[in-house]
C-alpha cells in the first residue's frame, strides 16, 4: 500500500461506505478495508433500510431492493398461542418512494452501495480485517491489519466496523457495553416461490411486510421482540433479545426455535428452504450508552457508535449508520481543508449528528428500555394472555347479554394491570411512546 490516503475506513458497511463515499466526493483520498470477502458477506440484518439519507448521496433507482414496505403489523404473542395484532397498510406507502423503507439483502446492497463510493474514487480493499490502530503518542495515525506489511497510515480513521467494535474497543476508544445495553439477534431466511410469499401475506408486486412480534410467545421471558420480514423469494424470520437474557440461559437457538413454532409465526414460513442462520449484536444502549465519537485523528459512526434506536415500534440503525457516516465525513473534509485532525478539528461531526434526528430520536427513546425492563412481566407474559382473554370474553357467542360479555371482558383486562389505579399508571408511563 501507499501512504497518500486522507483517510481510512474501517469497515464497509453502511456508515463506514457513506463516509467513504461523502469524503470522496469532497476530494479526499480515502481506503475503505472490509474484512469480508465483499462488503455485505459479513452482515446480519431483519431487515429494512431507510432510505432517506442514502438518497441524498446516490440515486437508488438501481439499487438492488427486494420490495417496499406496504403493510407493519405489530402483533403480541403469549406463550399458549394467542395473538392480538394491529396492521396497518397507508395506501400512501404504495407511491414512490414508499415511505423510504425496503427490504434488502445486505449481501447485494452493500456491494451495491460500496460500488457507488469506489466510482466516485474510493479504494475498496477487502478481506484485509484491521487489528489494531497505529498510535504516534495519543493521536491515532493509521491501522495495523492482518496482511503482511499491513500499516497503513492516514490523518483520519473512521471507525464503522459495526456491533462488534473489537478495533475500538482494543484502542480504549470505548468500553465494552454493559450487557444490558446490548441485545443479541438471531436470524434464518426461508426460501419459498414469490407466489407464496405474495399469497401467504397477501402482496401485490414489489410490495412486502414487515410484521414485528412481542411478548412472551415471541421471545420467551426475554426483553425483546420477534420479526418477520419478506424478501422478494425470502422470508428473514428471528428474534432479537437482550444479552443479559441470554447469559441466564435463555439460549437463541431455543428461542428463535420456539418463535417459529408459534401459531402464529408457523404457517408464514411452512415448507420453506432454511437457506441462512446468523446471530448479531445490536446496540441499542441509546443516547446515555454512546461513546466519545472523536479523538486526535479518529471518529466512530454507525453500530460501532452505538447508533441504533429500538423503542418497540421502531428498529432503526440503517439509517443513522449512514447519517452519521455523512457528517463524519463532511467534517474530516473540513477539517483536512484547514490541515488540522485533531479531536477539536472533527468536533463539528459528533456537533452535527447532535443537530440531526439521530441523537435526537436517540435521546427521546432513551426511557424506553429501562422503562420496559421494570415491567417485563407485565408486558411480556401478562398483557399478551390479558388481552387475548379478553378478546374471548368480548366476543363470545352464548346466551349471555352483551353488557356481561363487556364487563368479563374489562375484569380480564384490570386483573393484568392491577386495577384502574394500575392501568392509570401504566398509561401514564408509556404515554411516551405516543
Ligand atoms: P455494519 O453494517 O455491521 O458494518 C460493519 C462492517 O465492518 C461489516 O461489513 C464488517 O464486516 C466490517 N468490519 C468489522 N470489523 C472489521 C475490521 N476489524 N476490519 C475490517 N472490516 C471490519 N436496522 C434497520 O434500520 N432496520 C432493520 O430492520 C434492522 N434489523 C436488524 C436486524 C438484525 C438481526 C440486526 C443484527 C440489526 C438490524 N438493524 C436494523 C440494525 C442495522 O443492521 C445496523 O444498524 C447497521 O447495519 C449498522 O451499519 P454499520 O455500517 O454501522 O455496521
Redesign the pocket.
Known sequence: YDDTYDAIV???????TAAALTMAREGLDVLL????PA??T?????????TPTIRELVDIDDAPLERYIAEKKFSMLSADGDETAVSMRPSAWSDDPHNDSYTVLRRRF?EWFAKQAEEAGVTLITE????DVLRDGDTIVGVRTDRPDGEIRAPVVVL?????S??SETAGLKDRPDREDVAV?V?EVFKLNRETIDDRFHLDGDAGAAYHYFGEGAVGEAVGGGFV?TNKRTVSV?V?YRIEDAAQGQTPEATLDAFESHPAVAPLVRGGRRIEYSA???PEGGADAMPDLVYDGAVV????AGL?LNSGVH???????VESGYHAGKAIAAAIEDGRTDEAALAAYPRDLEDSFVVENLRHYDWFHRTIATDRQFLFEDLPRALADAETEYFKMDRSSKEAHTDAARERLLDATGGWVGAAKRAWRFRRML
Open positions: 474501517v469497515g464497509a458497511g453502511l456508515s463506514g478495508l472490509e474484512r469480508g462488503p455485505g459479513k452482515n446480519v440484518f431483519g431487515g429494512v433500510l431507510y452493500d484485509t480485517t484491521v487489528t464503522a466496523e459495526g456491533a462488534n473489537l478495533v439477534s436470524k420480514y428471528g432479537a448479531h449484536a445490536i459512526v454507525g453500530d460501532a441504533v428498529l432503526e440503525g440503517t439509517n443513522m449508520a
